[in-house]
């Protein structure tokens, strides 16, 4: 794929475009020909305020956002939005629901309970977070706010259809690192979006934080600037050093995307490459999904094989055939592959094709 005549199936950092990666590099060594590097410019040049103008802009409009919301690229990996939602949206006495589907919503809940109450709504715990539960109860009067985890990248679950958190009336926050840009949705009826970048937006080292400015400002607490998300609308991203490469990258991935026929063309793509890893996985009795089929995503596809001989047998023959990246979480086992927008249907088939000729072998 990219430049090694691999098939990349990591699930982050992960696959660009093999376009992104020439241009990244070629502006490592001379950016736009300035006879600088990209990595020796200065964060408030007019060299790279063009990058990061050009990087809103572009998420604006793929995301289709209106005027009440702000992109931001700021630091500290999605890990940090687990705290800086709550730090900034949950009042020490409000309550805020959570829903409980995997590794990523357990890691927000721990740390929203250091600002608020958190009440967990729902949990797919008890059965390894196999499936998205669906009978949970949100309250306007009671609830600040839901978070959920659009797509669990660990799991292999994602929410596809949002409404019952739309039509309750409680503000919506996500956590769509495994799954922004992949499919159209209506961006605008959540009031705050976060995404580590490594997977599906450009390379590791930032966060994507898409907010509607109405919900700030009405908690009682003192933040510390960095941690205000009104300090870095006003700042535009540029309150302080931002990760300037980082941000390159995913300007050039965004624009790499918005040529590519944007989300709509993403999405088509993003269909066809899960029909058929899910046709495949389900056609093979040797192989078995882990996921309840209409919680499967379609970014990254969870499976095991009948015995963990046979798994290692195929993850052995995946490594010499140069598909990488297809191993389960180190908590979960089995295969996890993982089908961003980058990734190109051949990488799809020649996978399915190995695992057809893996089942033929093993009668
Ligand atoms: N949320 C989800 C859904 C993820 O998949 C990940 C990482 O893979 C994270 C959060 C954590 O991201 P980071 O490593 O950028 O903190």
């Known amino acids: 794929t990219a430049t090694s005549g691999k098939h990349n199936f990591n699930s982050g950092p992960s696959i ?19 006879g600088l590097s990209i990595l020796e410019i200065g964060h408030r040049t007019k060299l790279f305020g063009a990058v990061i103008e050009e990087a809103i802009a572009t998420l604006k409009e793929l995301m289709q956002l209106d005027s009440e919301h702000e992109v931001l ?31 990523w919503g357990s ?30 109860v949100l309250d306007k009067a009671k609830h600040a706010y839901v978070h959920i985890t659009s797509n669990e990248t660990v799991y292999g679950t994602q929410w596809h259809d949002l409404s019952p958190f739309y039509n309750s009336g409680v503000p919506v926050v996500a956590d769509m690192s495994s799954d922004i840009l992949s499919r159209q949705l209506d961006f605008n009826r959540f009031d705050l979006i976060y995404a580590g970048a490594q997977k599906n937006i450009g390379a590791a080292g930032v966060n994507v934080v898409v907010v509607n400015k109405r919900c700030l400002g009405k908690v009682t607490r003192a933040l510390p600037s960095m941690m205000d998300y ?11 050093t931002p990760p300037v490469f980082a941000i390159y990258v995913c300007m050039l991935t965004l624009r790499w995307l918005k040529n590519f026929g944007g989300i709509a063309a993403a999405e088509k793509l993003n269909n066809q490459k899960a029909e058929l890893m899910y046709q495949t996985v389900d056609a093979l009795p040797i ?38 990246g297809v191993k389960g979480y180190r908590t979960v086992g089995g295969f996890r592959v993982s089908m961003y927008n980058a990734l190109p249907l051949e990488s799809v088939k020649a996978m399915t094709d190995l695992m057809k000729h893996f089942a033929q072998t093993k009668g």
Not at 109 to 119: N, Q, R, Y
């Open 287 to 324: 192989f078995k999904g882990t996921v309840a089929k209409e919680d499967r995503s379609t970014m990254n596809a969870c499976f095991v094989a009948t015995n963990e001989e046979l798994e290692k047998e195929f993850l052995a023959l995946c490594e010499k055939e140069g598909m990488v």
């Open 230 to 240: 009104r300090a870095h609308i006003e700042a535009s991203s540029l309150l302080n």
């Open 107 to 136: 890691k927000a809940i721990k740390e929203a309970k250091l600002f608020g109450s958190v009440d967990v709504v729902c949990s797919s715990k008890a059965e390894n977070y196999t499936y998205l539960p669906k009978n949970f």
């Open 73 to 103: 690229f700021l630091h500290g990996g999605a890990s940090t939005q687990f705290f800086q939602v709550p730090m900034n949206l949950l009042d020490g006495n409000a309550v805020a629901a959570y829903t409980d589907t995997g590794i």
């Open 16 to 34: 660009l475009p093999k376009e992104v990666f020439e241009e990244a590099a070629q502006g490592v060594l001379n950016f736009n020909g300035s």
